[in-house]
T-cell receptor, first 114, second 111 residues
Framework: EAQVTQNPRYLITVTGKKLTVTCSQN?????MSWYRQDPGLGLRQIYY???????DKGDVPEGYKVSRKEKRNFPLILESPSPNQTSLYFC?????????????FGNGTRLTVT | TQLLEQSPQFLSIQEGENLTVYCNSS?????LQWYRQEPGEGPVLLVT?????EVKKLKRLTFQFGDARKDSSLHITAAQPGDTGLYLC???????????FGTGTRLTIIP
């Protein structure tokens, strides 16, 4: 089944403890992206990647890192999480790199930082 | 920064009623997408509109792109409980080709 898989689905951590949220897609998509979803603010892009070894900042990149060593994987790293990073995170991918290419989303990771 | 405003923010109606939700911006879009997000899941693409004035139908859902490509609407006929969810519009800015999501309309259909 074609899908984007995120892990974990739920994560509770403490301020400053490094964490990684994994994202993997099995559709051979070129483009991958991370979003955070907050009430009243919609989906905001954190980072995106057009291809292997190519990553760029989105609208809210502060406090996050990503890597794209393989086409299928795009992990999101929080080196020193803070409470304002408590949010619902989505990984997405698309076949093409055009901005209007349909996005396929994972089922989300709900992160709580205390 | 492109702002995409969706209205209403919340909508709760009885099964069988009709409804329209809106997506508005001051910017011109080269294309606009509509997604539906159900609880515990990620958004799923419903439709993409690219031409000013374009109308697309998906069963009981009708999507319209404004003539000036600054706004869009989603009309649902005879709403059913399965239509419940968060509806998100996302526009690609004509100038910078950046994709921006709206804040969403949370729709609840009461059986």
């Amino acid at each position: 089944e074609a899908q984007v898989t995120q892990n974990p689905r739920y994560l509770i951590t403490v301020t400053g403890k490094k964490l990684t949220v994994t994202c993997s897609q099995n559709m051979n998509h070129e483009y991958m992206s991370w979003y955070r979803q907050d009430p009243g603010l919609g989906l905001r892009q954190i980072y995106y990647s057009m291809n292997v070894e190519v990553t760029d900042k989105g609208d809210v990149p502060e406090g996050y890192k990503v890597s794209r060593k393989e086409k299928r994987n795009f992990p999101l790293i929080l080196e020193s999480p803070s409470p304002n990073q408590t949010s619902l995170y989505f990984c997405a991918s698309s076949l093409g790199t055009r901005r209007d290419s349909p996005l396929h989303f994972g089922n989300g990771t709900r992160l709580t930082v205390t | 920064t492109q702002l995409l405003e969706q209205s209403p923010q919340f909508l709760s109606i009885q099964e069988g009623e009709n409804l329209t939700v809106y997506c508005n911006s001051s910017s011109v879009f080269s294309s606009l997408q509509w997604y539906r997000q159900e609880p515990g899941e990620g958004p799923v693409l419903l439709v993409t509109v690219v031409t000013g004035g374009e109308v697309k139908k998906l069963k009981r859902l009708t999507f319209q792109f404004g003539d000036a490509r600054k706004d869009s609407s989603l009309h649902i006929t005879a709403a059913q409980p399965g239509d419940t969810g968060l509806y998100l519009c996302a526009g690609v800015d004509f100038g910078n080709e950046k994709l921006t999501f709206g804040t969403g309309t949370r729709l609840t259909i009461i059986p």
